[in-house]
């Protein structure tokens, strides 16, 4: 029977509870051969536009025709026009669409029960600690669980005829540095504290915490917090935070029953509850009931192997900087990274892959090129890919197919995908497998985000260093005859004076070019003919001293470097160039194939010679000479 897949949208800031959820939902799915398909990106309010469509983009990765079920974590993805088009896909494909977090009418919906959990914890605050002032810690306005939330300390202060004791509703949009700024401010102002903050979750609960605490207030002395989730870091937390269990691992179990009911028929209800439980803790005054000292304890030991894991985790991303951006070009950085993962994939598995848009190459080259800004490209750069273990062969893959060398085996995987980008520009994707323990921290968004950051560094500086060459070459090079230019010779001679220096010069010899009646050509038939002129006698001493770099240094003088065997023919080059030029005159008509040159030619003396201008002061009297015995007819060699 052909296995099943299941693709899973949301985003990685709610990784404790996402965690808890796909545990609930791969033990559902033992008894069903099915894949899981995560398809996971980190972006946030505060991040621009064009960041946040970079960081959404691997939503537009996979074709939902290829799914038996898509999975909307909504806890995570509040985006509300991203959950809207994959909704949308999801209906074009034919398929099961289940969201979580989120009620709609026209997909199933599995959430957890918040509003009676919420209800619960407003009642322990009136009955068993007498607040009666409260402050709400809100996300979103748009975020269905913190307004559900909301709602229900509400209607819980609407049941006791109490509406006025909720003083104040602080949108955070899920950041903690805006509670920081607002209780900052708060205390600043001198305002009186509030029997309770109610935060609707537990990440802006520990900020409050941590705020009031560096203006000398203490919870829960001089006022209670409370939180949403119960989130391990929330129960380790000093004092450990009130706050409600959304029960994330029976939601993902029901999940998991869903689609096994709908594969095989059965009709189930739109809308799934499963119920929470509130579970006061320190914040609140109630101690210990998170059992949260022998956790501390328990945390405390995990610290040793948790620094070296994060010290191997941070000296490989140094390592993966260093070999990415030692690479002088596209191919080496493909060759380079093979190795590089072929010696060291503890962290990442022996599944693991990383795929790049076939612009990001070209367009290193090419700053015409642009990247893409939605979707993938039909195939994609196999820049390192393995898959048990095996390398993927080809140079190119499908993106359709999402996974290089993926087989349908007796296992049930998780795979993880993460987008490559700079802010708007695509530059691929990331594929994990089996990673839950790398789901469940933040080292997902660490890696994805460092490796996106050094793409972006390489290409732009190689990109940058290739445009500098090409600006450089054209600096160096004559306009007219195309040989190389004063500047040019001038890099030369420096680089052979370097070697001088240090000794360790080969021997080389330096030749002088005067080209004869430039100026007779000039006055006589225009520059146009000058100019011809020019360019033929270039392209005279470049055929005979053709493994020398010849400059164009003035208006007619050339000069040739000779080495290697130029240098050992030298005196049989000369000859061979008084032999095939054209007779010295200076009666016109000339002939129109017409070059008569003058050269003069130095070697460099080993021990006489400091500097490479004593060997150019003695090719150029040489030349000299030379001119001179040809103008009377008369040539020394």
């Not at 979707?375 to 290089?404: D, H, I, K, T």
Request: hydrophobic fraction near 35%; aromatic fraction near 10%.
């Amino acid at each position: 029977m052909k296995k099943k897949k299941i693709a899973i949208f949301t985003t990685g800031w709610c990784c404790e509870i996402l965690s808890e959820f796909l545990t609930g939902l791969q033990e559902a799915l033992l008894t069903t051969q099915t894949d899981l398909f995560l398809f996971l990106c980190y972006p946030t309010y505060a991040d621009t536009e064009v960041i946040r469509q970079g960081e959404l983009n691997i939503t537009a990765l996979p074709d939902l025709h290829d799914f038996d079920m898509m999975i909307i974590f909504g806890s995570g993805l509040s985006f509300p026009a991203t959950v809207e088009d994959l909704i949308r896909r999801g209906k074009e494909a034919g398929i099961p669409i289940v969201i979580q977090g989120v009620m709609r009418d026209d997909v199933y919906y599995i959430g957890a029960d918040n509003y009676v959990a919420a209800r619960q914890l407003c009642r322990h605050l009136t009955e068993e600690h007498a607040v009666n002032d409260l402050i709400f810690i809100g996300g979103t306005k748009d975020s269905y669980d913190s307004e559900q939330r909301l709602q229900a300390v509400r209607d819980h202060l609407d049941e006791i005829g109490a509406p006025e004791q909720l003083r104040e509703v602080v949108y955070t949009e899920w950041e903690n540095i805006r509670v920081t700024r607002y209780i900052d401010t708060f205390c600043q102002e001198g305002r009186k504290l509030p029997g309770a903050f109610i935060c609707a979750n537990d990440g802006l609960a520990m900020e409050t915490c941590i705020s009031l605490s560096r203006h000398g207030f203490h919870v829960p002395k001089d006022t209670i917090v409370t939180g949403f989730d119960l989130i391990e870091d929330s129960r380790l937390f000093y004092p450990s935070i009130a706050s409600v269990d959304q029960c994330f691992t029976e939601v993902g179990r029901e999940c998991g029953r869903l689609f096994l009911d709908l594969a095989n028929g059965k009709k189930r209800d739109l809308s799934i509850t499963i119920p929470c439980r509130f579970v006061p803790g320190d914040s609140c005054g109630c101690s210990n009931l998170h059992n949260s000292d022998m956790a501390r304890r328990m945390a405390g030991r995990a610290n040793f192997t948790a620094r070296a894991v994060s010290n191997y985790f941070n000296a490989k991303l140094h390592r993966i900087d260093s070999t990415v951006l030692s690479c002088d070009s596209y191919q080496t950085l493909k060759a380079e990274l093979k190795r590089f993962f072929a010696e060291d994939h503890d962290f990442e598995g022996d599944s693991f892959h990383i795929l790049l848009d076939p612009n990001y190459g070209l367009s290193i080259y090419d700053n015409g090129i642009s990247l893409l800004r939605h979707g993938y490209s039909r195939f994609m750069e196999v820049l390192c890919s393995a898959e048990n273990g095996r390398p993927y062969p080809e140079e190119q893959f499908p993106s359709a197919g999402l996974v290089p060398g993926y087989t349908e085996d007796d296992a049930n995987h998780m795979y993880v995908f993460l987008p490559l980008h700079e802010a708007g520009d695509v530059f691929g994707y990331l594929v994990f497998r089996d990673c839950m323990q790398h789901v469940a921290n933040h080292a997902l968004q660490t890696y994805q985000h460092r490796f996106s950051l050094v793409l972006d560094r390489f290409r732009h500086s190689l990109s940058l260093n290739l445009l500098n060459k090409r600006l450089l070459d054209l600096m160096r090079k004559d306009v007219l005859t195309k040989v190389g230019n004063r500047m040019a010779y001038e890099d030369m001679e420096k680089l052979l004076q370097s070697e001088i220096n240090t000794e360790s010069q080969e021997l080389f010899a330096i030749a002088m070019f005067d080209v004869n009646n430039l100026k007779l050509i000039n006055d006589s038939d225009g520059h146009d003919a000058g100019d011809a002129y020019l360019i033929r006698s270039c392209r005279f001493i470049c055929e005979i001293f053709k493994r020398s770099p010849v400059y164009r240094v003035g208006g007619d003088e050339f000069i040739a470097v000779l080495t290697g065997s130029d240098y050992r023919r030298r005196k049989s080059l000369l000859q061979t160039l008084q032999e095939r030029m054209s007779p010295y005159s200076d009666s016109l008509p000339l002939p129109d194939d017409y070059v008569s040159v003058a050269c003069g030619l130095s070697a460099f003396r080993p021990g006489e010679d400091r500097t490479v201008q004593d060997v150019l002061k003695r090719a150029d009297e040489e030349m000299y000479r030379n001119k001179a015995a040809m103008k009377s007819s008369t040539s020394p060699y």
